[in-house]
């Protein structure tokens, strides 16, 4: 797995990463009310706001931190948003883009660089 240093992560598998929010930008944000969901089809550009999170303290956007088109979205979210919160490195992810730039995942933090940096936090 691969994160950003806005709290996304990246499970890439063959030419398609599967995309969610860390446990902490879960924690960080409190219980999670709704999910807003790309269409599949769409073209992302890395940096991209791709989706939108709210909870009971904030609304937060979720940016793509690879390029390529969404293939899946995790629809399940719509009717339990909460899954986010229970499992957000697992069953609460976002999407599944088909990767334009495989290239892009190497500049992303590996496990140890990224409990650093949210260690310094």
Known sequence: MRYTKDHEWVNAEGDVATIGI??????????????????????????????TVESVKAASDVYAP????VVEVNSELGDTPQRVNEAPESAGWFMKLRLSKPAELDALMDDE????FTDSL
Do not use: H, I, M
Request: charged residues 25%.
């Open 22 to 51: 860390t446990a902490y930008a879960a924690d960080q944000l409190g219980d999670v009310v709704y999910v807003e969901l790309p269409e599949v089809g769409q073209k992302v550009a890395k940096g991209d706001a791709t989706a």
């Open 66 to 69: 690879v390029s390529g088109e």
């Open 113 to 116: 660089t990224y409990r650093d």
